[in-house]
Nanobody, 128 residues
Framework: QVQLAESGGGSVQAGGSLRVSCAVSGLPYNRCMGWFRQAPGKEREGVAAIATSGDGTYYADSVKGRFTISRDNAEKTVYLQMNSLNPEDTAMYYC??????????????????????WGQGTQVTVSS
């Protein structure tokens, strides 16, 4: 069954904004949550991550200052607000969750192997 469900992707002009969402179900514990993206022919890369309490966030250098990750634990939803989008941001965006009780680490948050649950992805396309 799908436990992480992304939504909110679409097409936007360069310089525009999108917000993608990840609805979590079937996961009883809070954990470090992350957003990854993968363009065709390229390796999946970490975009952002957020700690269990929401007071710690981590970003790839390529999106720092443009993207903002947040979470609503009551709604069990993680968001990624993407501003000032450019064509290089075009990719399939995936939501991912680490193990229960695992929190984010400044050195390892972007390592794919630490995430054990993955959504099906939502496509983001940015045109010039």
């Amino acid at each position: 069954q799908v436990q992480l469900a992304e939504s909110g992707g679409g097409s936007v002009q360069a310089g525009g904004s999108l917000r993608v969402s990840c609805a979590v179900s079937g996961l009883p514990y809070n954990r470090c949550m992350g957003w990854f993206r993968q363009a065709p022919g390229k390796e999946r890369e970490g975009v952002a991550a957020i700690a269990t309490s929401g007071d710690g966030t981590y970003y790839a250098d390529s999106v720092k200052g443009r993207f903002t990750i947040s979470r609503d634990n009551a709604e069990k939803t993680v968001y990624l607000q993407m501003n000032s989008l450019n064509p290089e941001d075009t990719a399939m965006y995936y939501c991912a969750a680490q193990r229960p009780w695992y929190n984010c680490d400044s050195r390892t948050w972007s390592q794919k192997g630490r995430y054990i649950y993955w959504g099906q992805g939502t496509q983001v396309t940015v045109s010039s």
